[in-house]
């Protein structure tokens, strides 16, 4: 079983940036698959950005270049290093990870910005 804490949320303004921690329970190492998900008010979860297998990443059109995902095996924690934040990235961001055949889920983090 995999618990997931995430931290790094809050109230910026458009063009700052935030940086959002993932803190997993145990070792990261074998965990194959993590990701960010956001959901906004009256809108499903979509998916953020993912790393597999620690190095190929994915990001939604909406964020590339803006976005970074990255992990720290040593410290069993992800990141999102989210820049040049614009209003409609406001919304609750979850972590993930895929982890033996089951999905697990942090209980997310408020971004908001304001314009």
């Known amino acids: 079983q995999v618990q997931l804490v995430e931290s790094g949320g809050g109230l910026v303004q458009a063009g700052g940036s935030l940086r959002l921690s993932c803190a997993a329970s145990?070792?990261?190492?074998?965990?194959?698959?993590m990701g960010w998900y956001r959901q906004a008010p009256g809108k499903q979860r979509e998916l953020v950005a993912s790393?597999?297998?620690?190095?190929?990443?994915n990001y939604a059109d909406s964020v590339k270049g803006r976005f970074t995902i990255s992990r720290d095996n040593a410290k069993n924690t992800m990141y999102l290093e989210m820049n040049s934040l614009k209003p409609e990235d406001t919304a609750v961001y979850y972590c993930?990870?895929?982890?033996?055949?089951?999905?697990?889920w942090g209980q997310g983090t408020q971004v908001t910005v304001s314009s």
């Open positions: 790393i597999i297998s620690g190095a190929s990443t």
């Open positions: 145990r070792s990261i190492f074998s965990i194959n698959a």
């Open positions: 993930n990870a895929l982890f033996r055949d089951s999905s697990y």
